[in-house]
């Protein structure tokens, strides 16, 4: 009765995988040719990196290796669903380090034109939106009905056979799994840092007071280090020039990662500053006029996103610039009037050390080919992630 019931599941859900929805599409390649009043509609209450300000930015300071598209579903001439991608070039190389013989040789023949739902260049489920009150599952099959003709119409701009939605986090991880009938496969990877502040925590002496002893000591000991070195932390503005200091000191940075989906290009700094206003601000670390490191911050409704980070590696050794950058993002989210921190998937250590926990975060991905689907699980689970630390850094209530 089991294989049965799996043959007939089998043959249900390819129905389902080539029968339309019946609902009514746009597609576009710039969020400037959607129609704005629908997008606002269904992205009203969802991430900032589905405002047009937002995808504007992108658009005029995209990674060499992806290009922007859009879809809005509509039903009875009403907007529901909206979707926000990126198409790009996918080498091995980008995806880990060739530290070994399996990682080097899979990262050396992978090479994939892909489709992401979300963002190569952001943390979070940053590429879907649904209108008030629709059906969540009957959206996420939406979802993967557009990503099928988004990917079926650049058949002539080259073979896309790679999907992947990005990033799925807590509750949506359920209602998203209906993807799984459209043969996409979840895949987990590094988790997110969250730091809770809540609604009393309304200045930086406030979040002290929550840490026990020993963390609120050692945040005070790299505060003080950094004004004895005679550094000065403030609130930078960023034109041209700054754009230029910053997109070098995140390079350092970025070449040291071991996963590199989508390199910033110069300008995007500064496309943030101008489009998202108060949302965005950015902290650096000076010695007189020269910035020795900075850090990026996201006003995403009541959350804080510590977004981009880059130092001199040579300072860092000496100084403790690092981690009075991620106390600076304490700071900002603060005075933004946010009540949580997401430190976003790497050096776990150090965020944890400011209270910060994991949350599980996983992506939905799906190859055209179904053997395909195998190796690509294969080379995901060779993408190395950490296991988060436990530590007891806020006092218990």
């Given at each position: 009765?089991?294989?049965v019931?799996?043959v007939?599941?089998?043959?249900?859900r390819?129905?389902?995988?080539?029968?339309s929805?019946d609902?009514?599409?746009?597609?576009?390649?710039?969020v400037?040719?959607?129609?704005?009043?629908d997008?606002d509609?269904?992205?009203?209450?969802?991430t900032?990196?589905?405002s047009?300000?937002?995808l504007?930015?992108?658009e005029a300071?995209?990674?060499?290796?992806?290009?922007?598209r859009?879809?809005i579903?509509?039903?009875?001439?009403?907007?529901?669903v909206?979707?926000?991608?990126?198409v790009a070039?996918?080498g091995?190389?980008r995806?880990?380090?060739?530290?070994?013989k399996?990682?080097?040789s899979l990262?050396?023949?992978?090479?994939?034109?892909i489709?992401v739902?979300?963002?190569?260049?952001?943390s979070g489920?940053?590429?879907?939106?649904?209108?008030?009150?629709?059906?969540?599952?009957?959206?996420?099959?939406?979802?993967?009905?557009l990503?099928?003709?988004?990917?079926?119409?650049?058949?002539l701009?080259g073979?896309?056979?790679?999907?992947?939605?990005k990033?799925?986090k807590?509750?949506?991880?359920?209602?998203?799994?209906?993807v799984?009938?459209?043969?996409?496969r979840?895949?987990?990877?590094?988790?997110?840092?969250?730091l809770e502040l809540?609604?009393?925590?309304?200045?930086?002496?406030?979040?002290?007071?929550?840490?026990t002893?020993?963390?609120?000591?050692?945040?005070?000991k790299?505060?003080?280090?950094i004004e004895?070195?005679?550094?000065?932390c403030?609130k930078?503005?960023?034109?041209?020039e700054?754009?230029?200091?910053?997109?070098?000191l995140?390079?350092q940075?970025e070449?040291k990662s071991?996963?590199?989906?989508?390199t910033l290009?110069?300008?995007?700094?500064?496309?943030?500053d101008?489009?998202?206003?108060?949302?965005?601000q950015?902290?650096g670390i000076?010695?007189?006029?020269?910035?020795?490191?900075f850090i990026?911050?996201?006003k995403?409704?009541?959350?804080?996103?510590?977004y981009?980070?880059g130092f001199?590696y040579?300072?860092?050794?000496?100084?403790?610039?690092?981690?009075?950058?991620?106390?600076?993002?304490i700071?900002?989210?603060?005075d933004?009037g946010?009540?949580?921190?997401l430190?976003?998937?790497?050096?776990?250590?150090?965020k944890?050390?400011?209270?910060?926990k994991?949350?599980d975060t996983y992506?939905?991905?799906?190859?055209?080919?179904?053997?395909?689907?195998?190796?690509?699980?294969?080379?995901f689970?060779?993408?190395?992630?950490?296991?988060?630390p436990?530590?007891?850094?806020?006092k218990?209530?």
């Amino acid at each position: 009765m089991k294989i049965v019931k799996s043959v007939k599941d089998k043959v249900q859900r390819h129905k389902e995988r080539h029968s339309s929805l019946d609902y009514q599409y746009i597609f576009s390649d710039s969020v400037d040719f959607v129609k704005a009043g629908d997008w606002d509609r269904v992205t009203a209450n969802s991430t900032v990196f589905m405002s047009r300000d937002y995808l504007q930015a992108i658009e005029a300071h995209p990674p060499e290796n992806t290009r922007q598209r859009y879809a809005i579903a509509y039903t009875d001439g009403e907007p529901v669903v909206a979707i926000a991608c990126q198409v790009a070039e996918i080498g091995g190389e980008r995806l880990m380090s060739s530290e070994s013989k399996v990682r080097s040789s899979l990262a050396k023949n992978y090479k994939e034109r892909i489709i992401v739902c979300g963002n190569l260049v952001s943390s979070g489920l940053h590429g879907v939106a649904f209108s008030e009150n629709f059906d969540e599952e009957t959206g996420w099959r939406i979802v993967a009905e557009l990503l099928y003709k988004i990917r079926r119409g650049e058949k002539l701009n080259g073979k896309v056979d790679f999907a992947m939605i990005k990033d799925i986090k807590g509750d949506r991880l359920q209602s998203s799994s209906v993807v799984e009938r459209f043969s996409y496969r979840k895949i987990q990877t590094d988790p997110d840092m969250v730091l809770e502040l809540g609604e009393g925590v309304t200045s930086f002496d406030a979040y002290l007071s929550m840490l026990t002893s020993k963390y609120r000591g050692r945040v005070k000991k790299i505060i003080k280090s950094i004004e004895q070195a005679g550094f000065e932390c403030r609130k930078l503005t960023v034109d041209e020039e700054m754009d230029e200091r910053l997109l070098s000191l995140y390079l350092q940075v970025e070449r040291k990662s071991k996963t590199r989906l989508a390199t910033l290009e110069k300008g995007y700094f500064q496309g943030l500053d101008q489009k998202l206003g108060d949302s965005f601000q950015c902290h650096g670390i000076l010695d007189g006029e020269d910035v020795l490191g900075f850090i990026s911050v996201i006003k995403d409704g009541n959350e804080a996103i510590a977004y981009y980070v880059g130092f001199d590696y040579e300072v860092n050794e000496k100084h403790p610039l690092y981690f009075r950058l991620l106390q600076l993002v304490i700071e900002s989210a603060i005075d933004m009037g946010c009540h949580k921190v997401l430190f976003g998937r790497s050096a776990l250590e150090p965020k944890a050390s400011l209270g910060a926990k994991p949350v599980d975060t996983y992506v939905w991905v799906r190859h055209r080919v179904p053997v395909v689907n195998f190796f690509v699980r294969k080379l995901f689970r060779n993408i190395p992630f950490d296991d988060a630390p436990e530590r007891s850094v806020v006092k218990a209530k």
